[in-house]
């Protein structure tokens, strides 16, 4: 099956690293012209070096600002000079915590990151949207949306929430053929669990690689796949649902988890 997306036009959020990385990289790849945002200017000039074809937009933004979203929505206009795939993909687990230990603060910053912004790019860009030939709302959440565990209930109740407005936002959106789905990956080797496994070393005074070794170990034992997912590993669902051959495919949210939640329904 050919994925070309030649020309398309491609929002990615949280581009710098991890899942938006390789997002922006497989993207470019697949030709399409992509618009990315981040907090860190290194990063998103390092990824623009990598990136396949010509007039990409990296811009620094930090998502939980309004007005930095609505700058960022009149470059993305002026530059691409419009936009077919809205991928929502900057989350965060914030503090790595459970229910007695997290503060008002703390499910406030979780809403700001990992709902609000997609709430309000689907809001600014729908209008736009409506004039492509194949529009697409693409939310990246989590499994643990659907199957939260103790820890860190609060960017669970979160991906709940995005998996939910996912489905709600399809019907409002399938009278201008505007399709909307979600990706849920398991777990996936990125910054998250680099940083969770920094902490462990502050912690026990162990070596990194060996830290990193069991985090990914035990991980991996709980995945029938025996690995964790790598940022790779998201990128061909969602450059297939940003494709002509999804255009019946929408309301729905995926998995890519090696497994985990073997869920037949
Ligand atoms: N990795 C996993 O195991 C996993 C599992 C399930 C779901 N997910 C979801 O997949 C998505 C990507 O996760 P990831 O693991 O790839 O994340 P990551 O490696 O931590 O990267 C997050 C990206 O978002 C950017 N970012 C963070 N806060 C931001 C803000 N306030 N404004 C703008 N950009 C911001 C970061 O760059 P800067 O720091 O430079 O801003 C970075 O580019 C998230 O929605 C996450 O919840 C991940």
């Not at 396949?52 to 609505?70: C, K, R, W």
């Not at 790595?96 to 600014?124: G, I, K, Y």
């Not at 399938?174 to 910054?191: E, K, M, Q, Y």
């Not at 649902?241 to 869920?263: E, M, P, Q, R």
Request: a negative charge.
């Amino acid at each position: 099956m050919d994925i070309n997306l030649k020309d398309r036009k491609v929002l990615i959020t949280g581009a710098a690293e991890g899942i938006g990385r390789a997002l922006a990289l497989a993207f470019g790849k697949a030709g399409a012209q992509v618009a990315g945002c981040a907090r860190t200017e290194a990063r998103l000039q390092a990824l623009q070096e990598e990136m396949d074809g010509q007039g990409h937009l990296f811009q620094t933004v930090d998502v939980i600002y309004p007005g930095q979203l609505e700058d960022f929505h009149d470059r993305v206009l002026e530059q691409l000079g419009g936009l077919d795939v809205l991928v929502n993909n900057v989350g965060s687990i914030g503090k790595l915590a459970t229910f007695h230990e997290l503060t008002d603060q703390d499910w406030r910053e979780s809403f700001e990151v990992n709902l609000l912004p997609a709430v309000r790019l689907c809001r600014m860009f729908i209008p736009t949207l409506k004039h492509s030939a194949a529009p697409r709302i693409i939310n990246i959440s989590s499994i643990s949306g659907s199957r939260p565990g103790e820890v860190f209930p609060h960017y669970s109740a979160m991906k709940a929430g995005l998996s939910n407005l996912t489905v709600s936002l399809a019907q409002t959106l399938a009278p201008d053929h505007i399709l909307v789905n979600s990706v849920s990956p398991g777990p996936v080797w990125t910054r998250s669990w680099e940083n969770q496994a920094q902490e462990a070393v502050e912690r026990t005074g162990q070596p990194l690689h060996e830290v990193e070794e069991n985090i990914k170990n035990q991980t991996a034992e709980t995945v029938p796949l025996k690995r964790m997912g790598m940022p790779e590993d998201v990128t061909g669902l969602v450059l297939f649902l940003a494709s002509d051959h999804a255009s019946w495919i929408t309301a729905t949210n995926f998995t890519v988890d090696g497994g985990v939640t073997h869920d037949p329904f």
